[in-house]
């Protein structure tokens, strides 16, 4: 079956610190593949995303590239922010002809920043 | 825009009783999901509907109904709560138009719900 699998949080760093938080996925076809963002008490948000294999999908610092050779997205940022403590999902996306498409998510990762 | 609009936002039921969860979009998007949120476990796909008329199972259907009212309202029923249920219910919609790149998904606030 189709499935999203992330790294065990919580993930704590100091500020300006590297992140990466690691993202693999099983898929029968071709999917999208999306990182998602929660803050406290809210709904989720798109990060970024990327369509197909070698694509980089990019926003506010966030980077990730879709490897289909290692069937990952993993996420990155080069220096966080207290801002940017929230809890993190990565999801894939399959279309089906005719039928739309399923999103999966994987159990989130939640990331604490400390200043 | 208003996106992706659930009610209520909190609820307490007793085992047994019923209720439904009502998710709007006004965005004319063809796809609408529900997915349930409990700790560790991310989020898990209840129902999801790729057109009006349309409604398939997730990962986790049983106990739930579901109904495409229309373009712009999916229904997450519940006919007898089980403390089980007890979760943080999202609703999220997204365009996905055939022959398009696969479209994000706008999510809802989400509805807490508490069964006791």
């Known amino acids: 079956g189709n499935s999203v699998t992330q790294m065990e949080g919580p993930v704590t760093l100091s500020e300006e610190a590297f992140l990466t938080i690691n993202c693999t996925y099983t898929?029968?076809?071709?999917?999208?593949l999306f990182w998602y963002v929660q803050y406290p008490g809210e709904g989720l948000q798109l990060l970024l995303k990327?369509?197909?294999?070698?694509d980089k999908g990019s926003n506010k610092g966030f980077e990730a590239t879709y490897r289909k050779e290692t069937t990952s997205f993993h996420l990155e940022k080069g220096s966080v922010q207290v801002s940017d403590s929230a809890v993190y999902f990565c999801?894939?996306?399959?279309?089906?002809?005719?039928?739309?498409?399923?999103?999966?998510f994987g159990q989130g990762t939640e990331l604490s920043v400390k200043p | 825009n208003a996106g992706v609009t659930q009610t209520p936002k909190f609820q307490v039921l007793k085992t047994g009783q019923s209720m439904t969860l009502q998710c709007a979009q006004d965005?004319?998007?063809?796809?609408m999901y529900w997915y349930r949120q409990d700790p560790g476990m991310g989020l898990r796909l209840i129902y999801y509907?790729?057109?009006?008329?349309?409604?398939d199972k997730g990962e986790v259907p049983n106990g739930y109904n579901v109904s495409r009212l229309n373009k712009r309202e999916f229904s997450l029923r519940l006919e007898s709560a089980a403390p089980s249920q007890t979760s943080v219910y999202f609703c999220?919609?997204?365009?996905?138009?055939?022959?398009?790149?696969?479209?994000?998904?706008?999510f809802g606030q989400g509805t807490r719900l508490t069964v006791v």
């Open positions: 999220a919609s997204s365009e996905d138009l055939i022959l398009r790149e696969n479209t994000e998904a706008f």
């Open positions: 898929a029968t076809g071709y999917p999208s």
């Open positions: 990327a369509t197909k294999a070698d």
């Open positions: 999801a894939l996306k399959l279309m089906i002809y005719n039928q739309g498409g399923k999103l999966i």
């Open positions: 965005m004319n998007h063809n796809s």
């Open positions: 509907s790729a057109s009006e008329g349309t409604t």
